[in-house]
T-cell receptor, first 110, second 113 residues
Framework: GQSLEQPSEVTAVEGAIVQINCTYQTSGFYGLSWYQQHDGGAPTFLSYNGLDGLEETGRFSSFLSRSDSYGYLLLQELQMKDSASYFC???????????FGRGTSLIVHP | EAGVAQSPRYKIIEKRQSVAFWCNPISGHATLYWYQQILGQGPKLLIQFQNNGVVDDSQLPKDRFSAERLKGVDSTLKIQPAKLEDSAVYLCASSLAGAHEQFFGPGTRLTVL
């Protein structure tokens, strides 16, 4: 089966940098996506890694290492509005079938 | 551009009753997904459509859940009969064919009493 592991909770202070890790075990792995979800809201897409290395999008960056079955999401210059749940999702097979992790709750303190 | 539309937003039913959810994806998006998200967990894929064909439904409890996308546009997910453990948010998402970015609708919060 497919499985992804993420920390359940991460806390940080405003202005800091935080890294959310994700390890995966999936067959037919194609790439890793990251989504943000605020309480009561819908997930929104943040980033995608299809190749090894770092992808940067503003304050958010995501990294993938296929050989280690590992990725992370890096959030810089944290703001209070970044308090949310963050999910990694592995895409598998030619049809990009998604499997989501259980999510990491990020709490940003002033 | 309009986003993914879902209705109803909230539904409360008794166990053993039936319920249906509707989703209208973003125009031009060939791929449509239905997810179940239980509180405190990640979205669990129930079924993935490419146009009106099923790509994956390996996690759909087929004894009680069914889904269709007859004309390759909007879709309906049905539960019959509902169980207490079906209480969750049901999310619909869509994407362009072959794209990795999914766009999610606001979800339907189902409570089974």
């Amino acid at each position: 089966g497919q499985s992804l592991e993420q920390p359940s909770e991460v806390t940080a202070v405003e202005g800091a940098i935080v890294q959310i890790n994700c390890t995966y075990q999936t067959s037919g792995f194609y790439g890793l996506s990251w989504y943000q979800q605020h309480d009561g809201g819908a997930p929104t897409f943040l980033s995608y890694n299809g190749l090894d290395g770092l992808e940067e999008t503003g304050r958010f960056s995501s990294f993938l290492s296929r050989s280690d079955s590992y990725g992370y999401l890096l959030l810089q210059e944290l703001q209070m509005k970044d308090s949310a749940s963050y999910f990694c999702a592995a895409l598998s097979g030619g049809s990009y079938i998604p499997t989501f992790g259980r999510g990491t709750s990020l709490i940003v303190h002033p | 551009e309009a986003g993914v539309a879902q209705s109803p937003r909230y539904k409360i039913i008794e166990k053993r009753q039936s319920v249906a959810f509707w989703c209208n994806p973003i125009s031009g998006h060939a791929t449509l997904y239905w997810y179940q998200q239980i509180l405190g967990q990640g979205p669990k894929l129930l079924i993935q459509f490419q146009n009106n064909g099923v790509v994956d439904d390996s996690q759909l409890p087929k004894d009680r859940f069914s889904a269709e996308r007859l004309k390759g546009v909007d879709s309906t997910l049905k539960i019959q009969p509902a169980k207490l453990e079906d209480s969750a948010v049901y999310l619909c998402a869509s994407s362009l064919a072959g794209a990795h970015e999914q766009f999610f609708g606001p979800g339907t919060r189902l409570t089974v009493l």
